[in-house]
């Protein structure tokens, strides 16, 4: 089962993409970590992503593309995987597409969390984050015990700089301009299917799993 998860920044993608590896068998793939494995350990690919980020330029989309590909050729990816933050334009989607083509594979799914903008900056505006730890918390939907302290290391929290809702907006700008298109990229290709985002996490998660099945 190979699914693409789209949404917005703040609608929860990353975390259903989690739970949906988890009951599929199937790993949670984001660039990120691609990037960060093939640095590490220094292949080729990883080489020429680096040279890019160095000096603080986006990775062609060719070469993001070569890296996913690569990425499906683990066994763990035999059964399929959950794509979360790719594609995010269409060139990329086009590209993965014809990648996959070669490989004789299609996508199944791609899966739409959708949440309005205006709760998409209550959420992340209310988010916080332990500078210890690391560990996140919302001050309405999961608080701290202490109010302003974290819960597993004492240590203080803080709202992100790319929580601040002006920073929220902006990140909703790009994302509508660059990446909204592929909602309408797979509605085309009859494998789109729409979630209510707003609900509780295990609402969407059951949705989720409603489409794609047991």
């Known amino acids: 089962m190979k699914i693409i998860m789209l949404g917005a920044p703040g609608a929860g993608k990353g975390t259903q993409a989690e739970k949906l590896a988890e009951k599929y068998s199937i790993p949670h793939i984001s660039t990120g970590d691609i990037f960060r494995a093939n640095i590490k350990n220094g292949t080729e690919l990883g080489k020429k992503a680096k040279t890019y980020m160095n000096v603080g330029a986006l990775v062609p989309d060719d070469l993001v593309v070569d890296l996913v590909v690569d990425r499906f050729?683990?066994?763990?990816?035999?059964?399929?995987?959950?794509?979360?933050?790719?594609?995010?334009?269409?060139?990329?989607?086009?590209?993965?597409?014809?990648?996959?083509?070669?490989?004789?594979?299609?996508?199944?799914?791609?899966?739409?969390?959708?949440?309005?903008?205006?709760?998409?900056?209550?959420?992340?505006?209310?988010?916080?984050?332990?500078?210890?730890?690391?560990?996140?918390?919302?001050?309405?939907?999961?608080?701290?015990?202490?109010?302003?302290?974290?819960?597993?290391?004492?240590?203080?929290?803080?709202?992100?700089?790319?929580?601040?809702?002006?920073?929220?907006k902006n990140r909703l700008s790009v994302y509508h301009a660059q990446t909204q298109p592929l909602i309408d990229f797979y509605n085309k290709k009859d494998i789109l299917?729409?979630?209510?985002?707003?609900?509780?996490?295990?609402?969407?998660?059951?949705?989720?799993?409603?489409i794609l099945g047991e």
Do not use: W
């Open 193 to 210: 299917a729409v979630v209510d985002g707003t609900k509780d996490m295990d609402d969407v998660f059951n949705a989720i799993v409603n």
């Open 73 to 168: 050729k683990d066994p763990d990816c035999a059964n399929g995987y959950v794509l979360d933050g790719f594609p995010r334009t269409i060139p990329q989607a086009e590209a993965l597409d014809a990648a996959l083509m070669e490989i004789g594979e299609t996508v199944d799914f791609a899966i739409n969390v959708e949440v309005p903008d205006e709760k998409i900056i209550n959420r992340m505006s209310g988010r916080r984050t332990c500078v210890g730890c690391g560990a996140t918390y919302h001050i309405k939907y999961n608080p701290t015990k202490v109010e302003g302290i974290c819960d597993n290391c004492g240590e203080k929290l803080i709202l992100r700089d790319d929580d601040m809702p002006e920073t929220v």
